[in-house]
């Protein structure tokens, strides 16, 4: 399956200012880039490199004014659902990997220190495993409200289980909260999602958020805000929290005067 995966972003500032953008998918993706150009207005000189966590990152200097900022790319993806092993089982500490075990400990975002005894009360007597998980992802998404504007950059999970409310970056840091806690590892991620095999919804077009969690020796796919398996996710990053993944880091004030995103299939 062929998909055309992008965004756009039109910034204003008074003085040149350095950013990172990150919105160009992984080179370890389950999926393969056929084509993609990237392109400024005015025309900007960047430079591309990898992050500690192995995201593709593109480093920029905005002009004086307005600069608009465009990626775009023709994706093959898979055109099965996210896999599933409902046997898979948790690890326990000792059995972590040694790279996995930052994904167990808190984050800004996710702090899964602070909020232990919520997650053993509502999650310590499930047995073990993908069933856990998924009930962890359950929950958060029978909980908490989907909407736009109902949190903040800085609202934290356990801001979230406060509110009851939240965008899919605050689905993804509750449930990370939730697994960390337990001990499980568990990345954010964010990427791609396009409505393939599903009803659209009546929203723009976004970057979706969802995580992945260590359960024997696979990093396997759960997506609290949605709760489904899902056709052609486009991987853009993965961090401890959104943090680490943020689409745009501006080393000074930038007005974000409006951001377009695209996920499509191919058709014809």
Known sequence: MQLRVGCEFVHGVTAETHAVVQVEPRID???AIV?????TEPPLESRRHLDGFGNLRRRVTLSAGTSTLRYDALVDVPEFADPEDLDARELTPAEV???ALVFTLPSRFCPSDAMGWQAAELFGAIDPGWGRVQ??????HGTVTFGYGSSSPTTTAADVLEAGKGVCRDFAHLAVTFCRALN??????????????VEPLDEPMDFCAWIEVLLGDTWWTFDPRNNQRRIGRVLVGRGRD?????????????????MVVWADEVTG
């Open 29 to 31: 993706g389950a999926f």
């Open 35 to 39: 084509d993609e150009q990237w392109e």
């Open 97 to 99: 990997p040694d790279d």
């Open 135 to 140: 009930a962890i992802c359950d929950w958060v």
């Open 184 to 197: 499980i590892p568990t990345r954010y991620v964010f990427g791609y999602l396009p409505d393939v095999g």
């Open 242 to 258: 959104a943090l680490d993944v943020a689409m745009i880091t501006t080393f000074g004030a930038a007005d974000l005067h409006s």
